[in-house]
C-alpha cells in the first residue's frame, strides 16, 4: 500500500486506483505516517479532486447557546443562512432557549427551519433527542482550548452528565427533529478512551440507525488523539457504523509529539477513507486549521459569540475563550489558504456561499435524489454526502430547473435527441445523465476544461454503459460541431450562460 500511495502524492491516475480498492484503515495510517506532512498535505489535496473527493471548502455556523435569547438565535440563523453557511445546531441549546422563551424545543427548531433554506447539521442529540446538561456544561468556558494540549481530563473535572429526566421528556418529538436536519452528528470518542466527554457507542449507533432510516447523512466526530492508536479506532468505528462523513477534532485532543503532522496526515487519511468524500473539523487551532486546510479539509465548523464552537477551531491557546466570534476568523483562513482549482472557471468561491449551495441543489433536482450518493456509476458514488443533504432542505424544494434527466429521457425516446449527443461539462451531472442515456443514443461525447476530469469520466461511463464514450479532448468546439444534440449539464447559472452563448441550440438544465 505505501508504493500506491506514494505514486498517488503525483500522480492522479494512481489516487484513482486506490479510489476503487476496499481500503484497511490500518494500511492507509500506516502508509500515511511514513510520509513527510508536505507530501501528506499533497496527497489530500489530490483526494479533493473531483472525482476522488468533494472539492468545495465551507463552513458551518454554531448559531446557538444556551443563553442567548431567542431573537439572537433567529438573527444568527438568518445571517448563517444568508452567506449559505449551514446550520450547526446544538440541539441543547435549541431546547434550553426555547424553554426560556414558553416554547417546545421542536417548534423552536421549526421556527428556524421556516425561516432559514440552508441545510441544517444536528448534534448534541441522543436517543431520547436533545442531549440536555447541568449548568457547569451548558457554561462551560472551555478552559480545556484557552489552556492547551496536553488534554489529561478536564481541568475543572467536569464530566459527561446529563439531565435524562429533560430529556426523556422529548422522546416523543425525536425524530420529527432528524426529519428536520439535513444531517446527524454522532460522537465516537468514547471508543478513543475518552469515555467522560461523549455518549457510550450504543447511543450513539442507535442515534445513526435513526438518521439512516429518514435518509440522512451522518458525520462521525473523533479526536486526532495520539495520531496512529486513536485514529485507527475513530476511522474503524465510523467505516463499521457506515457514517458519511468525518470530522475530526483537535486542540488540546491533539495528543501527538508533533501535532501539526498529526492533524495534516489526519485530514490526509480522513480523505482516503472517507465514504462520502467530506472531511470537516469541528475543534482546531489555527495551525491545526491551516495545515488541514493545505491536506484537503472540506469544512471547519465554527460559531457565532457564547457558542462553543465560536472559540474551538481558529484560534490558539490563550486566545481560545468562550465569547469569541469566530465565524469571520475562519472565513478569512480559508480565504488565506484556499484557492479554487476545480475547474469551475472560477464560479466558485472559498468558502462557498448561497449560490454554490443553489446550484448544487439544481443538480440534485436535475438527477433525483434517489439517484445520487450512495449509489454508484462505475467506481465511483454519484455525488457526496452533500447531495444527499441538500436534498432535504427548503433551498432544494425551491430550486428551479428548466429539465431533468427524465426530461432529456423523454426527448430521447421522442427522437428530439439524435443518435450522437455531446455533454459539456464531466461532473456528475453528466454521468447521471449518460447513463440515463444508455442505449437510447449510440455515441455520448464528454467535454471538460479539465482534461484529467474528462479523461477519467469517459473511462468510468465505459466501465458501465453499451454506447460509445468518446472524449472531446476539452474542445468544446469540436463536440459541439460532431454532435447532433447538445446538452450543457452545469447548473452553475453564469457557466451555464457563457456556455449556452457559444453553442447555440444546446439543451440547458437551469
Not at 144 to 159: A, K, N, V
Not at 323 to 342: D, H, T
Not at 443 to 460: G, L, Q, R, Y
Request: proline residues 5%; charged residues 25%; aromatic residues 6%.
Amino acid at each position: 500500500m505505501y508504493d500506491i500511495i506514494k505514486d498517488a502524492i503525483n500522480d492522479l491516475d494512481a489516487a484513482w486506483e486506490i479510489s476503487k480498492l476496499k481500503k484497511d484503515p490500518l494500511e492507509i495510517i500506516d502508509a500515511v505516517s511514513q510520509l513527510s506532512r508536505a507530501d501528506a498535505q499533497k496527497l489530500g489535496m489530490n483526494f479533493k479532486t473531483f472525482p476522488l473527493g468533494c472539492d468545495l471548502t465551507e463552513i458551518l455556523a454554531g448559531t446557538c447557546a444556551s443563553d442567548l435569547d431567542k431573537i439572537d438565535l433567529i438573527g444568527n440563523c438568518v445571517l448563517s443562512d444568508s452567506i449559505g453557511a449551514s446550520i450547526h445546531v446544538c440541539a441543547y441549546a435549541f431546547a434550553d432557549i426555547a424553554e426560556a422563551n414558553g416554547m417546545k424545543p421542536l417548534d423552536l427548531i421549526r421556527e428556524v427551519r421556516d425561516a432559514t433554506d440552508v441545510p441544517m447539521d444536528l448534534d448534541h442529540f441522543g436517543r431520547f433527542g436533545p442531549m440536555r446538561f447541568p449548568k457547569e456544561i451548558i457554561k462551560c468556558p472551555g478552559q480545556c482550548y484557552m489552556q492547551g494540549p496536553p488534554f489529561d481530563g478536564c481541568p475543572r473535572d467536569r464530566i459527561h452528565s446529563r439531565l435524562f429526566d429533560k430529556e426523556e421528556d422529548g422522546l416523543a418529538d425525536r425524530e420529527e427533529w432528524i426529519k428536520l436536519a439535513s444531517s446527524v452528528a454522532i460522537n465516537l470518542t468514547s471508543v478513543q478512551g475518552r469515555e467522560g466527554h461523549a455518549a457510550p457507542l450504543d447511543e450513539a449507533l442507535e442515534v445513526a440507525e435513526l438518521a439512516k432510516k429518514h435518509g440522512k447523512g451522518i458525520e462521525s466526530i473523533m479526536f486526532v488523539g495520539d495520531g496512529y492508536d486513536d485514529l485507527i479506532t475513530g476511522f474503524s468505528t465510523a467505516l463499521e457504523m457506515e457514517a458519511d462523513v468525518f470530522v475530526l477534532e483537535g486542540g488540546p485532543f491533539n495528543q501527538a509529539t508533533d501535532r501539526l503532522d498529526a492533524f495534516a496526515k489526519a485530514i490526509a487519511i480522513a480523505r482516503i477513507l472517507v465514504p462520502g468524500k467530506i472531511v470537516a473539523t469541528n475543534g482546531a487551532y489555527e495551525d491545526e486549521c491551516r495545515v488541514g486546510l493545505r491536506a484537503g479539509l472540506n469544512a471547519i465548523i465554527t460559531g457565532f459569540p457564547q457558542n462553543h464552537h465560536g472559540y474551538m477551531c481558529g484560534y490558539s491557546p490563550k486566545t481560545a475563550k468562550r465569547g469569541n466570534f469566530g465565524l469571520p476568523r475562519v472565513m478569512q483562513i480559508i480565504r488565506e489558504e484556499i484557492n479554487c482549482g476545480c475547474g469551475c472557471g472560477g464560479q466558485t468561491q472559498a468558502p462557498i456561499g448561497k449560490s454554490e449551495l443553489e446550484a448544487l441543489a439544481a443538480s440534485v433536482k436535475v438527477v433525483g435524489p434517489e439517484n445520487v450518493y450512495p449509489k454508484k456509476i462505475g467506481d465511483s458514488v454519484l455525488g457526496d454526502a452533500h447531495w444527499v443533504c441538500v436534498a432535504a432542505t427548503p433551498l432544494y424544494a425551491k430550486a428551479h430547473v428548466e429539465n431533468t434527466v427524465s426530461d432529456i429521457v423523454k426527448m430521447a425516446e421522442n427522437g428530439q435527441i439524435k443518435d450522437s449527443v455531446a455533454l459539456f461539462g464531466g461532473r456528475f451531472v453528466s454521468w447521471a445523465m449518460a447513463k440515463e442515456l444508455d442505449g437510447l443514443v449510440d455515441e455520448i461525447i464528454i467535454s471538460d476544461t479539465d482534461p484529467w476530469v474528462e479523461k477519467v469520466t469517459a473511462s468510468n461511463l465505459r466501465s458501465e454503459l453499451k454506447s460509445d464514450i468518446i472524449q472531446a479532448n476539452s474542445d468544446d468546439k469540436k463536440a459541439y460541431n460532431n454532435a447532433q444534440s447538445s446538452i450543457i449539464t452545469s447548473t452553475i447559472p453564469g457557466l451555464a450562460q457563457k456556455l449556452s452563448k457559444n453553442l447555440p441550440g444546446s439543451i440547458n438544465l437551469v
